[in-house]
């Protein structure tokens, strides 16, 4: 029985951060798809990294073609168009990500876009958030991994430090994974999105007859101002939605009326007149209704009310 050699892939020891891991996750993931075993080794000893098979975020090479992605080097290993720096995540990626996203460009960037960038940019030291108060930021990724470090008081506990890290590597691959596969799906739903808006004949509100993401809604319609509101499917109901007036603001081209925000069933019901009328947000930007007729007459009532006065 043929019988193949497992994988060496080295890292560096110590402390871990989000790009070694996530870096490990693609790799682990990409050695999954593919049926090939690996050991994974945390060390800086200059010997066994260079008789390592694969080696990221260490050694001071980068170069694909003998899996070698580090960017701690002079000059370090390349910027995107950007500007945002690589790291060791970046440079996986690079090679990797295209054989994961069976070299569909639109996924592979929008992966890169949304979970490599800003893990490479905060790993060379670019925010690319501002916090609302000192010492105030988002949990997140980096809140998740800060967490699996050793305290002052595990100290030199290498073993579960390690054990840490490989925690995190099967998760992080789970995650990589199921972010590959919908990606996939909010590409095809954008495609969606784009058909709807074509053919409707109002284009102050469009219907989506599916669960819709925010993300995908503001990526295709940004362009088109005139759409105030769409209506989708929102789990058994039906939702109308107000559209935002760009990506990066709650800020809604037109919100629903006042005096509906906070109100749900016989109250929202008897103020809009709208039979099934389920719920409306306090932020005025969602607007629920049990049925797709509810959900149309939601949004053509929201439509028509004036704006308040400045």
Known sequence: MFWKKKK????????????????????????KKNNIKYSLERTRDEERITKADYVFDVGGIYDPSINRFDHHQP????KRENDIPY???????????????ENNEEIINDIDRRLVQPIDAIDN???????????????GIHGIISAYQN??????????????????????EGILEREIERSAHRIEMMELIEDAYQK??????????????VGALVQVLDKYKEVMYVVSRSNGNWKALAMRKSPCTFEN????????????????????????????????????????????????LALIEKEPSQ
């Open 151 to 172: 305290t002052w008081k595990e100290g030199l506990d290498t073993k579960k430090q390690f054990e840490s890290f490989m925690n995190l590597v099967d998760f992080f």
């Open 8 to 31: 060496k892939v080295v890292t560096h020891c110590g402390s871990f951060h989000a790009d070694d891991v996530f870096a490990c996750a693609t790799l682990a993931l990409y050695f």
């Open 253 to 300: 081209r037109k919100s629903m009326p006042e005096n509906w925000g906070g109100k749900r069933g016989e109250e929202l019901q008897e103020i809009t007149g709208v039979s099934d009328a389920v719920f409306c947000h306090n932020a005025l930007f969602l607007a629920v209704a049990k049925s797709r007729l509810g959900a149309w007459q939601l949004a053509e």
């Open 75 to 78: 000059g370090g290993a390349g």
């Open 200 to 213: 409707a004949e109002n284009k102050e509100i469009i219907e989506i007859p599916y669960h819709v993401g």
């Open 87 to 101: 790291a060791a995540f970046g440079l996986v990626w690079k090679t990797y990500g295209p054989i994961l996203c």
């Open 125 to 139: 030291g670019i925010s690319i958030t501002e916090p609302s108060d000192c010492g105030l930021y988002d949990y």
